[in-house]
């Protein structure tokens, strides 16, 4: 199993460029999440999705879309990228989360490091 | 709210042990804790439920007091190889809003 992987790497954008941040599992899980770190505050939950077709807000959703049309993927978007979006973006999933919150292992991503000019 | 970590920075030598703790300011369901290496991702280390449980894992262990709305993990005869950003992530229950993160505690161990 590959795990979460996510592409790119690393992204330059201009502010008010868009693009999408790919995110894909192999484990069949089927919670998914975003999240973003800045330097000293830790990781914020963007958006999150608890199966195909099911999304919702987390904390900080201001300006990012999500999708989830399979289990395996979970793509976002940066609808007009601002310089505040600069930050380093993981992609998490988990078996399942049911009503005890957060009960599953989440798996990270490698990341995304996004840099807004 | 985010959980609340202390201390934010630690320094330790190869051998001593460390206590991370974690504070939420509302009811709690589950904790996990995570290490971070610089520029890697996450890697999660173990989740204590509701119910007072103490986990372990090799010389890392931690306890959950859900009255307090506390956990700390607990870094026995501390490695080089723990050194890092330790992250608590706090469940509430109820709902599938996955996990609100703490700032994270960065432990440094010397040789």
């Known amino acids: 199993n590959a795990g979460v992987t996510q592409t790119p790497k690393f992204q330059v954008l201009k502010t008010g460029q868009s693009m999408t941040l790919q995110c894909a599992q192999d484990?069949?899980?089927?919670?998914m999440s975003w999240y973003r770190q800045d330097p000293g505050m830790g990781l914020r939950l963007i958006h999150y999705?608890?199966?195909?077709?099911?999304?919702d807000q987390g904390e900080v959703p201001n300006g990012y879309n999500v999708s989830r049309s399979t289990t395996e993927d979970f793509p976002l978007r940066l609808l007009s990228a601002a310089p505040s979006q600069t930050s380093v973006y993981f992609c998490?999933?988990?078996?399942?989360?049911?009503?005890?919150?957060?009960?599953?292992?989440?798996?990270f991503g490698p990341g995304t490091r996004l840099l807004v000019l | 709210q985010q959980p609340v970590q202390s201390p934010q920075a630690v320094i330790l030598r190869e051998g001593e042990d460390a206590v991370i703790n974690c504070s939420s300011s509302?009811?709690?369901?589950?904790v996990h804790w995570y290490r971070q290496k610089h520029g890697e991702a996450p890697v999660f280390l173990m989740i204590?439920?509701?119910?007072?449980e103490q986990k372990g894992h090799d010389k890392i262990s931690a306890s959950f007091n859900e009255k307090k709305q506390q956990s700390s993990l607990y870094l026995t005869a501390s490695q080089l190889s723990y050194s890092g950003t330790y992250f608590c992530?706090?469940?509430?229950?109820?709902?599938?809003?996955?996990?609100?993160f703490g700032k994270g505690t960065h432990l440094i161990i010397q040789p």
């Open positions: 509302k009811a709690l369901y589950s």
């Open positions: 999705s608890v199966g195909a077709g099911i999304t």
């Open positions: 484990m069949n899980h089927e919670y």
């Open positions: 998490a999933s988990s078996y399942s989360i049911n009503l005890a919150g957060g009960r599953e292992t989440q798996y």
């Open positions: 992530g706090t469940g509430s229950g109820g709902g599938a809003d996955g996990l609100t």
């Open positions: 204590l439920l509701k119910g007072g």
